[in-house]
């Protein structure tokens, strides 16, 4: 008889703690997802945000370049400078303001259709150099009347991460020659830099290739980082 009264509350107890036990997991289990959930959350808001700060940041940071290059292709003297040679020393001095008005512009420049370039800084090019037939120039008449960008690549000159930013020069709808504007991509590194995304994260921007364009850490620039990447 007291054999079965101590199974009886061998059993009772080992009943209790069960019942007791259990809550306990599922309310670790359901903390657990829920805390997990909720720092989830909180690092997707706090990616979003990031990413519309940089959106941000690179919007106003190219919106002066986009400016620049629209205000001189609707200027008279960019256009007539085809069909005037005389003009070329004013377009000179105004390239040259854009090249000093921000560090971030390397050169600027027109090619005419005429094969004629004016470049500032002065750089002594090859006997045979055709602007319409670069890149920059093909894209912007490609995309007439709209404001183009080259795909990053390193400066022959400088070494320097770059890309060309070229738009059409039109005179009563035809197109007479190209502009562009070669623009330092360390100002994107700047902009990153300053974005911290938690304790030791970082951002950094790839292209379409897979090429990372701007980063922190400058050795990384120019390397296939997306290929590295797990997803």
Not at 1 to 13: A, E, F, H, Y
Not at 113 to 124: A, F, G, R, S, V
Request: proline residues 3%; charged residues 25%.
């Amino acid at each position: 008889m007291k054999k079965n009264k101590k199974s009886i509350k061998t059993q009772l107890t080992v009943l209790l703690l069960f019942i007791s036990v259990v809550p306990l997991v599922l309310l670790g289990v359901l903390s657990y997802k829920i805390s997990f959930d909720t720092l989830y959350d909180k690092l997707k808001i706090m990616s979003l945000q990031n990413i519309e700060e940089v959106q941000n940041s690179i919007d106003f940071s190219f919106g002066r370049f986009e400016s620049l290059i629209n205000m001189f292709s609707e200027d008279p003297m960019f256009k007539d400078v085809y069909f005037d040679y005389e003009l070329t020393g004013e377009v000179f001095e105004k390239l040259g303001y854009a090249h000093k008005s921000d560090a971030a512009i390397l050169g600027a420049y027109i090619g005419l259709e005429n094969k004629q370039t004016i470049l500032y800084p002065e750089t002594e090019l090859a006997p045979d150099y055709d602007p319409t037939a670069r890149d920059w120039y093909r894209d912007a008449v490609v995309n007439k009347g709209n404001i183009t960008y080259s795909d990053p690549y390193i400066d022959a000159f400088t070494g320097k991460n770059i890309i060309t930013v070229s738009k059409t020069v039109e005179q009563n709808g035809n197109i007479v020659g190209a502009l562009a504007i070669d623009i330092a991509l360390e100002d994107l590194t700047n902009i990153l830099s300053s974005i911290k995304v938690g304790e030791n994260g970082y951002l950094h921007i790839i292209d379409s290739k897979g090429v990372t364009v701007a980063h922190p850490d400058s050795q990384e620039l120019s390397k296939e980082t997306a290929k590295e990447m797990p997803w």
